[in-house]
């Protein structure tokens, strides 16, 4: 089956046609820049010399500007300054997984009209490939060059990726991260971020201008937006600064030294008592002087003023406009600044030298962009144009990334893939989500998508007669099933698939969820047309968090299992390709799916660790110590893998006894460790460990393979995960290959965890290597 039809292909004629509107369009709509070199008022001004250092040039045009020029620049919207040539810019745009129409920077009313969407990010995390991660970001970020070159933006600053950790299964946002783990957080985010700005994937390599500019959010433990009347404004999470240290902050350290991001949002919410967007330690001292961030910071949209309104931490709006800028926000997202901020001046509360500080943050991305360097469309990336856009590489990016990352949960009786027969096999498609928008497969913060395909319209490439029926009322909600109809419906064809689930309904942003079963009437409706049809039933279901099917688990009348998250605009064919054997599944879990009892914790605990003496349970795959629905990493195949340790460089790590420190243990056991700020870079090398482990196919399918290593310490307890991710790679094996892994482990990071102060310590004793189910022993002496 191919994917694009040959009506889609150009003639010659019709291509020069187009190319020539598309260039006339390109000149007749220039994009927005400052120091236009034929305007002799404005190229002579330092600023406006390529030649002269950026931090010269920002303090020359900031020396330039009045206060109330000054002031008007600390907002998203920032106006024109028309007496030196500068356009307005817009702070906000977005691009999560796709360049969007979202915050005022991006328009799709000319030339573009769309841009490629790709999965939901919950569920290209599930792919676990690191390479794919960093193509999906400079893809966006070639197409938002694009649309910029076009003359349809006014701003190149993006607010993506979202990398807090999905540590609660309710959180309506968490479909836009990369999942529970902070190490396959952190990698994502330096993935994204160097693909988006046009590093290479190794990093490194970026010199000069920005493609576009990445923004990692939101800073920091940041993971409930609305339940049961605790909103994300007012929000005050308790963290301690063990969880702190080894589970909130790390995506965003990573971001930061290895992505080098551009940007940074401070949350809405407070920690132990702070806004984050007033906390000093948070901004300044850990960000800039702790991580060596060298970009912008930007509150949340409205975040200021919260302070005095909503949270009652500044006294006045002007002490709201203080707190934030003296803590080392730079831009806001809204307008309190535009309404208070010459009064705190005026009012001696804010320092110009402060104003001063954060323009020159925001002038040196702009200049970083490209934009204060004459017609960016004669400068790198100037060449990026309309035909990147939706571009046939792009789309198949798209496609690869869903294909890989929907992963089969269950294969009951290798009831899938469903055969290629003719005359074909007969199908019925039910459920609300079967023929829902294509919208709906996107998720939220999406653009126009490329292409619009449904569910239904993925099979009737195989099933060309696919009958159909919703099942239930109400879209996702459910709360009126037609189930006589839809079991008529089932009761006369060969096989039944079901897409059930969730929409944006149910979980987006300032919507978390209360429950963790399948909404209204959908397990009444799948057990119905379970027992009716004739063979087992395929379950598939779109969400980005995670629902307690058990029942559907175990109910031998369900055959055949996939979750599918929200697959973007080719999601359609991915699922039916995957359904009918033309690709085989290996997308694994980036989350813990916990039974639906788990609501009776707290959202709002955001303790990771569990506690037994007062029965709370911990959170995610590291610290929770309760019953599973499906855990972290699971996922099936068409065929089977298997695992075994080629080689490990070595099995025993000796640390010098010098500043060795101590801890009780258990009251009565005495355990030796060391600090690993105490070890040098040098040592933390040196004591590195090579493990190969060699992975081999033994199916007839060919397969792309996640591979995971874990690491387990030997003492369990003493605030120790109980398991933790130190490695992935994902592999393509053809059927009956084998190859090599390998990976790269630093005991000072991957080793480590982080004590009840925060600081991280490498434990002596023994810990073990897991792939699959295979071990390997390794011993740290100290």
Known sequence: MTLYSDSMALSPLLFTVISFLLLFQLQATPPPFACDFSDPSTRSYPFCNPKLPIAQRVRDLVSRLTLDEKLSQLVNKAPPIPRLGIPRYQWWSEALHGVAGIGGGIFFN??????????????????????????????????????????????????????????????????????????????????????????????GTLRGHLQASACCKHFTAYDL????????????????????????????????????????????????????????????????????????????????????????YAKSPEDAVSDVLRAGMDVECGSYLTEHAKSAVLKKKLATSEIDRALHNLFSIRMRLGLFDGDPTKLPFGFIGPNNVCSKEHRYLALEAARNGIVLLKNQHSLLPLPKTNPPISLAVIGPNANASPLTLLGNYAGPPCNQLTLLQGFQHYVKDTLYHPGCDGGAKCPFAHIDQAVQLASKVDYVVMVMGLDQSQEKEERDRVHLDLPGKQLELINAVAKASKRPVILVLLCGGPVDISSAKYNNKVGGILWAGYPGELGAIALAQIIFGDHNPGGKLPITWYPKDYIKVPMTDMRMRADPSSGYPGRTYRFYTGPKVYEFGFGLSYTKYSYEFVSVTRDKLHFSPSSTHFMLQNSSETLRYKLVSELSEEACKSMAVSVTVGVQNHGSMVGKHPVLLFLKHGRQGNGNPMKQLVGFESVLLDAGEKVHVGFELSPCEHMSRANEEGSLVIEEGSHLLLVGDVEYPIHVIV
């Open 110 to 203: 000319g030339t573009i009209t769309s841009a490629t969407s790709f999965p939901q990010v919950i569920l290209t995390a599930a792919t676990f490939d690191s390479h794919l991660w960093y193509r999906i970001g400079h893809a966006i970020g070639i197409e938002a060059r694009a649309i910029y070159n076009a003359g349809q933006a006014i701003g190149m600053t993006f607010w993506a990726p979202n990398i807090n950790i999905f540590r609660d299964p309710r959180w309506g946002r968490g479909q836009e991260t990369a999942g529970e783990d902070p190490l396959m957080t952190s990698n994502y985010a330096v993935s994204y971020v160097r693909g988006l700005q046009g590093d290479s994937f190794q990093g």
């Open 225 to 312: 937006d609305n339940w049961k009347g605790v909103n994300r404004f007012v929000f005050d999470a308790r963290v301690s600064l063990q969880d702190l240290a080894d589970t909130y902050q790390p995506p965003f350290k990573s971001c930061i030294e290895e992505g080098h991001a551009s940007g940074i949002m401070c949350a809405y919410n407070r920690v132990n008592g702070v806004p984050n967007c007033a906390d000093y330690n948070l901004l300044t001292n850990i960000a800039r002087k702790q991580w060596d961030f060298d970009g912008y910071i930007t509150s949340d949209c409205g975040a200021v003023s919260l302070l005095h309104d909503e949270q009652g």
